[in-house]
Every structure is written in structure tokens, then in C-alpha cells.
């Protein structure tokens, strides 16, 4: 059983790897948060690309950044993982290196709906920036059936990602990630990480 106030804070976990390229602007749409948002925990898969200090830069200025450092490349379920087992928040929210919240209040709105809907996972829909795809983007998006227009009126049903997504606590803790398994990119699919 649920009880009221429940959902309070959130933790947020993010997987990092060779991710110099996007990581700035994720880390800082998860800054510009508020309070609820109370610990933000990154771990460096074992990055080559200068992400660990983009990582420590942000860490420096807002102590909610936990920097984890994976000596070499753990693969994405050995450090979602590592990363879930050392959250404190009611919910954790786990955001792609490639991700960024529009919202600066995303994590408070979907706090309430997490409390409304306890045993659901809110997830965010995603939100092209055309002017700044390329043109094989958008063509490689259009193919794929990628972009879409949801009514605001209606809630869509979807699955999880895991790219931006909210879930209870007790949720994660209780189902970790398979090691066997990670997700493989753009397409989402599970394949077999047999190392």
C-alpha cells in the first residue's frame, strides 16, 4: 500500500559514455530543476572523450552532482546498476546522456503524477529541435516513423525507454537491470552482451 506523500524527491541517474557532445546540456536542463530534484548521480562508463571532466565541472558548482568513475566501459546495465543502488530519492528519474528536461519544472509536475498514479512510470515524450537537425536526421526520423503530435487532452500509452523516465523507487530497487542485456542505441532494441 502507497502512502500519501510518498513521492517527496527524486534522484536522478545518468549513464555516461563518450557523451562530451550532448552531456552539457543534459547536466545543465537537469540544474535548472528545483528542489525536489535533491541528488543527481553520473557515472562515467569509462569515457575517453574529456565527459569525466565536463562531469567534475558541474559537481564543482552544484553539490547535488555525484560523479561516479568507472575505470573501463562497464556497459549501460552494470552501471544503471551502480548508479540505483546509491539513490535516496522516492523516485528516480534515469536520463540518456543525449537527453535534456524542456521543463524546468519537469521532475515537480512529474512527481504529482507519480503520486496520482503510484504504480505507473511517467516518461517524457520527445520534443525535435529541427533547426538543429541536419538533413539526414530529419530523413532518417521521417523513415523510422519517428515524429509524431500528441493531443495535449489525451495520455498516450507507451513503453519505457528508459531515455527520460521517472519510476518509483521501490520499483528499481526491487528489478535490476540484467547485465546480460543492454540497450543498444537508437533503435532501443536488448541485445545479448555476451563479454
Same mark, same amino acid.
Given at each position: ?7 517527496r524527491?527524486?534522484?536522478a ?14 547536466? /545543465?536542463? !537537469? +540544474?535548472r ?7 543527481? %548521480? $553520473? =557515472?562515467?562508463? *569509462?569515457?575517453?572523450? @574529456?565527459?569525466l /571532466?565536463? !562531469? +567534475?565541472?558541474f ?6 552532482? %555525484? $560523479? =561516479?568513475?568507472? *575505470?573501463?566501459?562497464? @556497459?549501460?546495465?552494470?552501471? !544503471?546498476?551502480?548508479?540505483i543502488a546509491?539513490v535516496?530519492?522516492?523516485? $528516480?528519474?534515469?536520463?540518456?546522456q ?10 515537480d509536475?512529474?512527481?504529482?503524477s ?66 546480460r ?13 555476451i563479454?
Amino acid at each position: 500500500m502507497e502512502s500519501e506523500g510518498l513521492f517527496r524527491t527524486a534522484s536522478a541517474v545518468v549513464p555516461v559514455y563518450n557523451g562530451s557532445d550532448t552531456l552539457a546540456r543534459c547536466l /545543465d536542463s !537537469l +540544474r535548472r530543476q528545483g528542489h525536489a530534484l535533491k541528488e543527481i %548521480i $553520473v =557515472i562515467d562508463d *569509462g569515457s575517453r572523450d @574529456g565527459s569525466l /571532466d565536463l !562531469l +567534475r565541472s558541474f559537481a564543482e558548482k552544484d553539490l547535488r552532482f %555525484i $560523479v =561516479i568513475q568507472h *575505470g573501463q566501459n562497464q @556497459g549501460l546495465a552494470r552501471t !544503471l546498476n551502480d548508479g540505483i543502488a546509491r539513490v535516496t530519492g522516492d523516485a $528516480v528519474l534515469i536520463m540518456q546522456q543525449d537527453c535534456e528536461l524542456a521543463a524546468d519544472d519537469w521532475i515537480d509536475r512529474a512527481l504529482v503524477s507519480l503520486l496520482a498514479n503510484p504504480r505507473a512510470v511517467v516518461a517524457g515524450t520527445p520534443v525535435y529541435p529541427f533547426q538543429e537537425m541536419n538533413s539526414v536526421e530529419v530523413a532518417f526520423g521521417l523513415l523510422r516513423d519517428t515524429f509524431f503530435v500528441a493531443p495535449v487532452e489525451v495520455e498516450r500509452l507507451a513503453f519505457s525507454e528508459f531515455k527520460c523516465d521517472l519510476l518509483p523507487r521501490s520499483v528499481l530497487k526491487a528489478i535490476p537491470f540484467d547485465s546480460r542485456f543492454r540497450i543498444s542505441g537508437e533503435d532501443q532494441a536488448l541485445s545479448i552482451d555476451i563479454a
